[in-house]
């Protein structure tokens, strides 16, 4: 059934939203793939047979829909209209929560967010200092629809933007607007959208493609991937819009084959959105076609990298391709081609919608809207939020991310992925954004802000990230790709106890010549880490060569376990996870580990309740 | 036509011309390794990096495929420039300590014993053995197998290839001998069934005939000598100029190359 | 697998070479690896050099040309599992099995490879067996979740 034109969609709207009854309790339930590795799968199979075992069929919805990010607490179960919300949901609690809180609307207060500082148990989604400290703009919606179903999508005023723009807007006036907002790329440098569509336009060949990479390979980042599975339409009416502005007829969507639901997702939204006559040949008949393909990447950074991008959809794979030409200029196959983030994407509906005056007040001078940022790491409220640009990361890490666990001292955020650099404590008050960002050393990136405590090592998080670009390099340019390595050996032999002086300076040397001389963006950054752990965490490279001490007590070549005396009551829990019987003695007397037999694998420490494992 | 500066000396050249080029004709000589005059612009080595100011910007750009922009200042020789090639020399030469053209380079530069442990390896992965079977002979052959520091230059599955034509273009152009042309090996092609043989120059479209008068032993082709001698190259860049000359009979253009 | 599944799969894509990596995923999750044959078919039937298929084949992280084991484990390697121990996790795995990354039992039993973020950083450090996920992981928990299968 196709929507024949602007108050087409309109009717469709308030149809559905007449077959609603907005009063009617709706049982929401994450199937984000954070709440399905906490196996919200089986809550959902409970609360649908409990709803047919109760006969509540025409009393209460139910809806599963997508990431509502607070991963931490999943799997997540949010009660409409009230918005009760339910955390660590549990098969056994759902006949309860049934039979309480919808029928006799009760609230079961175990079930309810515990604030660890305050002690406070917010009733209300609204209320959870998670969420009341973000501006969910973007991401807010995910909680609200099925991904699957495009009515949910509409009923919320979905498509709208995409009327206003084929309608009412002329292409310049759309590039314009974008302009105004002055949104920014959210999938790294942070380059101007509007520029580049004006670009793209501007080239008069005549076949232009539009591009959504949903190649999400910074490790620690998933906001792509969230709202992907979480709300697919948002994403292709962005990506039609563009594809209108820029006058391109054919997009292609570039996903990991690791998103699984999202793949699935965003292939369903696509057979919606043609069945209504959204996406296909001449749109809601207006005149313009655009259709979408989708890609699927099997596993490679660097083919987040657009012309790697584009050679992989080619089906060439030369790796990444000197610019210029750009790709705006000379892209897939030769043509002119755009290519845009999904969370970009995601902001262009609402600019179009609501305007650029209104999009343009949230924000800092130069980075406007707001900036979905994956908190995880040493992090209480591990999630995706959603805040402004311009709030400073103590805001984020500590009012939204309630601090450190176990009360352990905060070290340093890492943002940007292995592009991105180390911000130590000294800067916790930065307004992020992407200049300040840049400023210090680190950038953007896609959005990762992976917090850190006194327990990482910050010459382990530098190894770490060299291991994982050596491992991603595509190999083709010099610098990057022996530059990497030798960085790594030297970082390993720093971490092993076998460093020297001068390997701190040899290190900077290696590392300006990769970031100055490297072909990609890949390799031009790789080298961030190093510099910026160099930079903020010198003495902690120097403990590690000076000294062979890791202060963090991570390296394994460096540290030793031990048997605190004091602290040990010979509960013997340690010695069956040994897997080396390094650990004896008998029963409630004082046990001792043989340094000879330990091979340091930590088993002890975490199952040591009484912190009676010391590492040296 | 567009005009810039490189080390202060100003050359107007058309435009889409890379640095490498203009400065060339300025007989400015920047050091390359993976670039051929043939192939596409590759930009793998970086050997040939250059700093570049314009306005408010500078920074390093691979000479051999950074096009030409109005009012552009190069500098192909600065300490920073220097310092970098030599980092990226260091680098080579400890993952072919033994090959004669990175020595050589290394020499130049005044590099002695590398920082870093040496690898013993004779490939340098700048590609021009694949971009030439790929690009010129239309073959595809060889390719790289894998990525990052396990990237190498292989035949599928690391077996006899049953595509190669032996033309010998990749040993030609590999700066640093690594590929040697085995004689027995190419005599496999001399045991195919007669229908499966493969002239280049056919195979190319160059000639229609199928039968070859020297039972296609390629190194006794007669014409096979005459335009290497008249290229200086390995033939199978003829057959781009060829192409682009849009000359169909190789008569022709032996005619015209021996004029 | 036969060569009629891999047409299937080629024909679906409109036997083009730019789906080249959604076929090669296809038919891998099919016959559990890359077959030397099935890629020289494939390159046969797209009309293009089997070097370039087998630069997709080896170039990304998601393909293999050896058989896998019946269970795959993906320890994921991202920064925030990492920071939170992936590394012992990992090790452990590695110990129990008594194979490295990338490697099978050699009952087939198992194949262990390590992916560099699985995207769902909230669970970690995390395991992924197949399609399940064993989050929040540690060295203690490694015996329990390989006892599952």
Redesign the interface.
């Known amino acids: 059934m196709r929507i024949a034109d602007e108050s087409g969609l309109k009717e469709l709207k308030n149809s559905v939203l007449q077959e609603r009854d907005s009063l009617r309790p709706c049982i929401t339930i994450c199937g984000g793939?954070?709440c399905?590795?906490?196996a919200c799968e089986k809550v959902i199979a409970a609360v649908e047979n409990e709803i047919e075992r109760q006969n509540l069929k025409d009393k209460v919805s139910m809806r599963v829909t997508g990431c509502h990010g607070f991963?931490?607490r999943?799997p997540i179960v949010v009660i409409y209209p009230e918005k009760v919300f339910y955390q660590r949901v549990a098969v056994d609690d759902v006949p309860e929560i049934i039979s309480q809180t919808i029928i006799n609307s009760k609230i079961i207060e175990r079930l309810l967010y515990t604030d660890p500082n305050t002690g406070v148990k917010p009733v209300h989604e609204d209320d959870v200092p998670f969420y009341n400290r973000q501006k969910r703009i973007i991401f807010g919606n995910n909680g609200k629809i099925e991904p699957t179903n495009i009515s949910d999508y509409i009923a919320l005023d979905g498509y709208g933007a995409l009327c206003k723009a084929l309608f009412h807007m002329t292409p310049d006036q759309i590039i314009e607007e974008v302009n105004k907002s002055k949104l920014r790329g959210r999938g790294g440098a942070g380059f101007s959208t509007s520029k580049k569509w004006a670009i793209t336009r501007a080239s008069k060949k005549g076949m232009k493609f539009i591009i959504c990479n949903c190649d999400?390979?910074?490790?620690?980042?998933?906001m792509d991937?969230s709202l992907m599975e979480g709300n697919p339409h948002l994403v292709l009416e962005g990506m039609i819009i563009g594809a209108y502005a820029i006058g391109a007829h054919e997009g292609y969507i570039y996903i990991?084959?690791?998103?699984?639901l999202a793949v699935r997702n965003v292939g369903i939204a696509i057979k919606q959105a043609e069945e209504l006559g959204l996406l296909g040949k001449n749109i809601l008949n207006s005149g313009f076609n655009f259709t979408i393909t989708v890609?699927?990447?099997?596993?490679?950074?660097v083919c987040g990298e657009e012309t790697a991008l584009i050679s992989?959809?080619?089906?060439?794979?030369d790796g990444p391709r000197p610019r210029p030409p750009f790709p705006a200029q000379k892209g897939l196959w030769g043509k002119p081609t755009n290519i845009n983030n999904v969370e970009t994407l995601a902001n262009v509906p609402l600019i179009i919608e609501r305007g650029a005056d209104w999009y343009s007040k949230i924000g800092t001078e130069k980075s406007k809207g707001t900036k979905i940022f994956?908190l995880?790491?040493?992090v209480n409220n591990?999630?995706l939020v959603e805040v402004p640009m311009g709030m400073t990361l103590r805001e984020v890490v500590f009012d939204i991310g309630g601090g450190i666990p176990k009360g352990k001292n905060f070290k340093a955020v890492?943002t940007g992925?292995p592009s991105g650099g180390c911000i130590p404590e000294s800067l916790i008050d930065l307004p992020v954004d992407f200049e300040r960002l840049t400023e210090v050393g680190s950038m953007m990136g896609s959005g990762?802000m992976?917090v850190?405590d006194e327990n990482?090592c910050m010459v382990d998080?530098a190894k770490?990230?060299l291991g994982?670009l050596d491992?991603?390099s595509?190999g083709k340019c010099v610098p990057c790709r022996e530059g990497i390595e030798k960085m790594r050996e030297i970082l390993t032999n720093i971490c092993k106890g076998e460093g020297e002086e001068g390997d701190i300076e040899l290190l900077e040397e290696i590392a300006l010549t990769v970031k100055e001389t490297s072909l990609c963006g890949l390799g031009q950054t790789a080298s961030n880490p190093v510099l910026t752990t160099i930079k903020y965490f010198r003495d902690e490279y120097e403990e590690h060569i000076r000294n062979k001490r890791c202060p963090a007590g991570v390296c394994l070549d460096l540290i030793s376990y031990s048997i605190d005396a004091e602290k040990c009551n010979g509960c013997g829990a340690c010695v069956r996870?040994c897997?080396t019987q390094a650990i004896t003695g008998e029963k409630k007397k004082l046990h001792s580990l043989d340094q000879e037999k330990c091979i340091k694998?930590?088993?002890c420490f975490?199952?040591c309740k009484f912190d009676s494992i010391i590492i040296k | 036509m567009i005009t810039l500066a490189v080390d202060n000396q100003e050359i107007t050249v058309k435009e889409g011309t890379t640095l490498l080029k203009a400065s060339e004709k300025l007989g400015i000589e920047i050091p390359t390794l993976c670039y051929h005059e043939g192939l596409l612009p590759y930009g793998a080595c970086r050997l040939c990096v250059v700093e570049i100011f314009k306005e408010k910007e500078n920074r390093m750009v691979a000479a051999c495929s950074f096009p030409v922009e109005e009012g552009m200042k190069v500098v192909t020789s600065s300490d920073r420039v220097l310092k970098r090639r030599r980092m990226i020399v260091e680098f080579l030469l400890s993952r072919c300590p033994d090959v004669k053209t990175i020595k050589d380079l290394a020499d130049r530069m005044g590099i002695k014993k590398p920082r870093f442990k040496s690898k013993n390896l004779d490939c340098i992965l700048c590609g021009l053995c694949v971009r030439v079977c790929?690009e010129i002979a239309g073959?595809?052959?060889?390719?790289?197998?894998?990525?990052g520091k396990k990237l190498k230059v292989d035949?599928?599955?690391h077996m006899a290839s049953d595509?190669c034509i032996g033309c010998g273009a990749c040993s030609s152009v590999c700066p640093t001998d690594a590929i040697e042309m085995e004689l027995d090996a190419v005599k496999r092609f001399l045991e195919l069934l007669g229908s499966e043989h493969k002239c280049r120059y056919a195979l190319m479209g160059l000639i229609s005939y199928k039968v070859c008068s020297n039972n296609y032993e390629c190194w006794k082709c007669k014409i096979d000598q005459r335009i290497r001698d008249a290229l200086g190259t390995h033939p199978i860049f003829a057959a781009k100029k060829i192409k682009k000359e849009k000359v169909n009979q190789y008569f022709s253009f032996l005619k015209k190359i021996q004029e | 697998m036969d060569f009629d599944r891999v047409d299937k799969i080629l024909k679906a894509y409109g036997m083009?070479?730019?789906?080249?990596?959604?076929i090669?995923?296809d038919i891998q999750t099919e016959a559990n690896f890359l077959p030397?044959e099935i890629?020289?078919y494939v390159a046969k039937k797209l009309g293009?050099?089997?070097?370039?298929?087998?630069?997709?084949a080896?170039?990304?992280?998601?393909?293999s040309l050896k058989p896998r084991g019946r269970h795959v484990i993906k320890t994921c390697?991202?920064?925030?599992c990492?920071?939170?121990?992936a590394v012992?996790v990992l090790?452990?795995i590695e110990?129990e099995l008594g194979i490295r990354d990338g490697d099978t039992t050699r009952d087939f039993k198992f194949t262990l490879e390590t992916?560099?973020?699985?995207?769902?950083?909230?669970?970690?450090p995390?395991v992924v067996i197949d399609?399940d996920?064993y989050?929040q992981m540690?060295?203690?928990k490694v015996p329990k979740m390989l006892k599952d299968y």
């Open positions: 793939t954070g399905h590795g906490y991963c931490e999943g999400e390979g910074d490790p620690g980042a998933y991937r990991r084959n690791e998103y699984p890609h699927k990447a099997a596993g490679a950074f992989s959809i080619e089906g060439k794979l994956s995880v790491g040493k591990t999630g890492q992925g990762g992976i850190m990482t998080v770490y990230f994982f491992d991603e595509c996870p897997p694998c930590g088993a975490e199952t | 790929n073959i595809g052959a060889i390719g790289f197998v894998s990525r035949t599928p599955f595509v | 083009k070479e730019t789906h080249l990596v959604s090669l995923l030397r890629l020289s293009i050099p089997l070097s370039q298929v087998c630069r997709f080896t170039f990304y992280k998601a393909f390697l991202g920064t925030a990492h920071v939170r121990g012992k090790q452990t110990r992916v560099n973020c699985l995207g769902a950083c909230a669970l970690g995390l399609n996920y989050g540690n060295t203690t």
